[in-house]
């Protein structure tokens, strides 16, 4: 039987040092056999909330950065009204904004472990689900290498706590097909009578994010029509040509395992949907393990990515709209752009 918990551990610490194993498997996709150098061709670009056929077809590079043209970063020229637009997706639930997106959200959360596919995964979600008919959307998590779900239990409690019914793989080395199967279970949980689930998922409305291998793992799974918005955290490098959703891409300058040049940009540059791209830095900035436990500096920007696109938080867009973005200051540099609008 499934085990529960109303407090996940972050305390394992089984994660909190790079091997040579771990830094040889951030090298590829985490989907099991995609080189990390391999840049999938998906065609033409696919058209999310915040591209339009326009941009999609423009020449030149459509990106935006310190020095370049187009559509302006911080402290550029150009447009300066950007605006992710009100996405609207396949999603049918709206929640009102909140005031700190750092902060918990309306929602108690509960927690289990040993569930889902196998009984390999943790599930972490509102302890009441479906209140007043919300059909609340599926969140899938990807773990770093050497990590499991509890070393992040801050963060993924947090996020479940903004109405998302969070699964993670349990594995140490979480795979893209880990990641689509516990999307799957969730879904079919949806249609199975006396499930906790039934009839309370909005499958048509699903999240990734990860952090690490895992994010690579979650980049590349997102490839999924239904999944509307993709965080990656101090990413791997993963599929992001097949992305369907807009893509948040956060790193930080002391990160010296998952590098910016050798992974993270290398994603951003693949990526054909709406992508923001920043880097931390300053005191909080603890290298590769800024996101660990509660999620730290990233958590606020990726809780406001996911309220965006999956519940049309519009007061969600200033971490990344405009020169005066909160993610264009202090203690965030290098903003990134593509695909915006």
Same mark, same amino acid.
């Given at each position: ?9 972050? @305390?394992?610490? @089984? ?25 999938? $061709? ?12 326009? %941009? ?9 950065? #310190?020095?370049?043209?187009?559509? #302006? ?21 709206? &929640? ?16 289990? %472990?040993? $569930? ?12 009441? +689900? ?16 050497? @990590? @499991? ?25 979480? %795979? ?32 990734? &994010? ?36 807009? +893509? ?18 290398? %994603? ?28 730290? #500096? ?9 309220? +965006? ?33």
């Amino acid at each position: 039987m499934p085990g529960e918990a109303h407090g996940l551990d972050a @305390t394992d610490g @089984t994660g909190s040092s790079a091997s040579n194993t771990a830094r040889a498997a951030a090298g590829s996709a985490a989907d099991g056999g995609v080189p990390a150098s391999t840049t999938l $061709d998906a065609g033409a670009p696919a058209l999310t909330a915040g591209s339009d056929a326009k %941009t999609g077809a423009a020449g030149g590079s459509s990106d935006s950065t #310190a020095g370049k043209g187009g559509e #302006a970063s911080a402290g550029q020229g150009g447009s300066s009204a950007q605006d992710a637009g009100t996405p609207a997706g396949a999603c049918s639930q709206s &929640l009102p904004s909140v005031g700190d997106y750092a902060a918990n959200g309306p929602y108690i959360t509960t927690a289990r %472990t040993a $569930d889902g596919p196998d009984g390999r995964y943790t599930i972490v979600r509102p302890m009441m +689900l479906g209140k007043d008919g919300f059909k609340h959307p599926i969140a899938i998590w990807g773990n770093d290498i050497t @990590t @499991t779900p509890t070393l992040f239990s801050g963060l993924l409690q947090a996020i479940a706590s903004h109405g998302f019914v969070l699964i993670a793989s349990e594995d140490s080395q979480v %795979t893209a097909q880990q990641v689509i199967d516990g999307l799957d279970w969730l879904a079919a949980q949806n249609e199975r009578v006396g499930s906790d689930f039934f009839e309370k998922l909005d499958v048509q409305c699903a999240v990734a &994010l990860g952090c690490g291998v895992g994010a690579a793992a979650v980049v590349t799974a997102a490839s999924r029509p239904n999944v509307v918005a993709t965080v990656a955290l101090h990413s791997a490098a993963g599929s992001a040509s097949m992305l369907q959703g807009p +893509l948040l891409l956060l790193t930080s300058k002391n990160d010296t395992f998952i590098t910016a040049p050798g992974f993270v940009d290398p %994603t951003f540059e693949s990526s054909r949907v709406t992508t923001f791209y920043a880097t931390l830095t300053g005191a909080t900035d603890n290298g590769h393990t800024s996101a660990y436990a509660d999620g730290g #500096a990233e958590r606020a920007p990726a809780i406001a990515w996911l309220r +965006l696109w999956a519940f049309r938080d519009r007061e969600a867009r200033k971490y990344f709209d405009g020169d005066k973005c909160i993610l264009c200051q202090e203690p965030w540099t290098n903003p990134r752009r593509k695909l915006w609008r």
